[in-house]
């Protein structure tokens, strides 16, 4: 059986078996047959549907297509997300599931982790940590081509997260499996603060934000997450010993924003043609700051609510 599967298995490499290859992954559950990257989709996706955040979209589609091209990295790619709410962080997380794997975040490959769900009592680190350790390396080992979200980083306990460091690394060996494959997405509010502040002032000097690069904020926000208490990341070695990737700000929206978000929201619903609804909602939300009123407070994520109050 092992001879006729591994015959199988080579037959499916040659290009003209396409159809074979469809029957082999419709019977099979590897992970390299749900693993189907798109990322001209997702480019696609990212610039469509993700407002005002212009390095955002450049760090990731550019990291994402620059990593699944090299067919043996050297280590894995590590993605850290900061911003306020309502930025589009958590969207741009699920667009990289919907468009890495065939079944999308529902992928048993896609692995998502929330600290007040999965890591609620902080006197529990120890325990955290050994659980996390074995859940990576097992689910590594199952499929290297796996996707580790860890949402709410504002709230994950303290060390907890520096047990992932020897898997982020250049040296580490995982049995049976290449582990620099894998994706790590973080994404916190933390940072925000700095964020907030060059937007701010950039926009006082009269300037574009696509003028902010990410060379204005990298440092700055690996300085804020390391030096924050608040942090999952305070005084993490994966910061210590430069690990991340890179650090992918997102900035706050201006009402121009929100009001793309309205309408991108009604024309889900099949009411595309409701203007009076996007400058209701956008005119209904609080900006900041008080002198110039700049940018949301809440980003898009009380569109939906304000969209049913005015409809």
């Known amino acids: ?9 080579v037959f499916l490499c040659s290009p003209v078996c396409g159809v074979f290859q469809k029957l082999y992954c419709a019977i099979s559950e590897s992970c390299d047959c749900d693993f189907r990257p798109r990322i001209r989709d997702l480019e696609w996706d990212l610039y469509k549907n993700v407002y005002g955040q212009h390095l955002a979209q450049d760090i990731v589609s550019e990291a994402v297509d620059g990593f699944l091209q090299n067919k043996s990295p050297d280590r894995p790619l590590v993605l850290s997300f900061h911003g306020s709410s309502g930025t589009g962080k958590t969207l741009v997380s699920s667009m990289l599931g919907n468009h890495l794997y065939g079944s999308a975040m529902s992928s048993p490959f896609v692995h998502q982790f929330v600290p007040t769900l999965h890591f609620p009592m902080p006197q529990r680190v120890n325990e955290y940590r ?65 964020i907030n502040k060059l937007s701010v002032e950039n926009r006082q000097a009269g300037r574009d934000r696509e003028e902010i690069r990410l060379s204005d904020l990298q440092d700055a926000i690996a300085q804020s997450v390391y030096n924050n208490t608040s942090s999952g990341f305070f005084n993490s070695s ?17 009402r121009r924003h929100i009001e793309r978000c309205v309408r991108s929201q009604l024309c889900q619903q099949g009411r595309c043609g409701r203007s009076d609804v996007v400058e209701a909602v956008g005119g209904d939300m609080i900006y900041t700051p008080a002198p110039g009123q700049y940018f949301s407070t809440t980003g898009c994520k009380a569109v939906s609510a304000k969209i049913n109050m005015f409809l």
């Open 130 to 194: 050994e659980a996390l350790k074995l859940w990576v390396q097992g689910n590594l080992t199952e499929c290297a081509r796996s996707i580790f979200l860890f949402d709410e980083m504002e709230k994950m306990p303290s060390g907890l997260i520096d047990v992932l460091e020897p898997f982020l690394g250049p040296s580490h060996i995982v049995f049976r499996t290449n582990y620099r494959k894998a994706i790590y997405i973080f994404i916190s509010t933390t940072g925000e603060e700095v």
């Open 238 to 254: 994966i910061i210590q010993q430069k690990l991340i990737t890179r650090f992918v700000p997102f900035l706050p929206l201006s």
């Open 1 to 9: 059986m092992l001879v006729v599967r591994c015959a199988l298995v």
